[in-house]
C-alpha cells in the first residue's frame, strides 16, 4: 500500500449545504505559515538592505539586526511544509532537484541562492568581527574560550586582514549582495503568491494581483516583526540596566533602551509599505466585484456572510485600520508602537488565514461551505503538527535560534 503523503483533512473540517464527498480543508494552519513565515523572512531582508544599498544612515543598528534575524527566520520557512508532509525526509528531494516546471520545486532554487546571499552578506558585514574575536581569545584559558576562537578561527575562512583596502571590499561587498537579495527575497516570497494565483480552479486564489500583494505585505509583516523584536529587546536591556544601578553596573548602565529616532525612521517605510498593502487588497476585491465573474456570488458569500468577521473585522480593522490610524498618530510612544506592530502581525495573519482557508471554504458545488476548526490539544501527531501546538513551535523556533546566533554574531552593538 502506497503511504499517504498529505493530511487528509477529516479531523478538522466541518460541513455546510451541499459539499462533494471528497472535500475538505486539506491546507490546515502550518500551509497559512508557510507563506506568513516566507514573508516575515523577505521582509526583514528588505528592512536590512534600505541601509546597505540606499544608504539610510539612521536605520544602521536595525539593519544589522534584521539582517541576522532574518537569518534565523531562513530555516523555519521550510518547517511549515515539512510539518504538513506525512514523509517530511522526502522533502529534501526539492533541494536536490530545483527546476522551474513547478512552482513548489522552484522553491529549491530560490530558497538556495537566497540562503548563499544572505550568508555571504552576514560573513562580509561580520568578518572583521570575526577577525577581532579571534585574536582577542588567542591565549586565553579555558575550554569555553577555546571552542568559542575555533568557532571565530573557523568563520573567518582565512581572511585575517584588517586593513583599510579590505574592509573597504567588504562594505563594497555587503552593498553588492544587498542589492541581489531584495529581488531573490521578493520572488522566495512572491512565488508563493504565484502558487495560489495561479491555481485556476480556485475563484479567490486565481488572481494576477496575488503575488504582488504577497510580496508587499511580507514587507510589512517582516518590518514589523523586526521593530517588535528590537523594541522589546532594547526595553528589556533597559529594564536590565535599571536594575543594576544600585550595583554599580557600569557596563549595563551605558544601555538606554530604544532608540526613538530609529523608530520613527522605520516607522516611514513601514506605513508606506503598509499604504501599498491595504490599497492593493481593496483593489482586488473592487475589481473583482466590478467584473463579477461567474464565481463572484460564492466569493461574495464568503466575505460578506460566512468570514465577514474574519475578514472586514479582523483583518481589515483590527490588522489593518486601527495600527494605520496608530501610526499616524503625531508624538509616538513606545506603547502605541507595540500595540500597533502587533495588530500589524495579526493582520497580515489574518490574510494569509484568509487566503488560504478561506479558498477552501466553498464547495466546488458552489452551493456549501466547509469550516475549519484547528485542533487545540494533540490527540495524534497528525492533531499535533496541524495543531494549536504545531504552530506554536513554528513561531518559537526562529526566537530560539536568533538566540543561539546573537550568541556568535551579535545583532545588537553595545554602546560605547
Known sequence: MTPQLFVDGLSWTTKSGFVYPNEFIYWSIQIVLYPYMTGLVAGAFVLSSLYHVFGQKDLRTIARFSLVFSLALLPVAMMPLLFHLQQPFRGIEVMFTPHFTSAIAAFGIVFSTYAIIVLTEIWFVYRQYFVEQAMARKGKPGFGNGVMRLIYNILTLGAYNLESGAIAVDKKAVK??????????????????????????????????????FIVSAVVSGIALCMLTYIIIMEWKKFRATLARGRGDETIKKLGGVEMDVMIKTKRYLLAFLIAAISLEFLDMIFRGYTAMKSWDILRAIMFQEDFIKIFVMQYFFGNFIPLVLLLLPRPTIKRLIVSLSL?????????????????????????????????????????????????????????????????????????
Open 176 to 213: 553588492i549582495m544587498a542589492a541581489i537579495g531584495i529581488p531573490v527575497a521578493c520572488f522566495l516570497h512572491g512565488y508563493a503568491g504565484f502558487i495560489f494565483g495561479s491555481v485556476k480552479a480556485n475563484a479567490l486564489w486565481m488572481s494576477p494581483l496575488m503575488p504582488v500583494i
Open 344 to 416: 500589524i502581525l495579526f493582520g497580515v495573519f489574518m490574510m494569509r488565514w484568509n487566503v488560504v482557508i478561506g479558498g477552501q471554504a466553498f464547495s466546488l458545488s458552489f452551493n456549501g461551505f466547509m469550516h475549519y476548526h484547528m485542533p487545540f490539544w494533540p490527540t495524534s501527531l497528525e492533531t499535533y503538527k496541524e495543531g494549536f501546538f504545531g504552530a506554536i513551535t513554528v513561531g518559537v523556533t526562529p526566537f530560539v535560534l536568533f538566540w543561539l546566533l546573537n550568541k556568535v554574531v551579535p545583532a545588537i552593538e553595545e554602546k560605547s
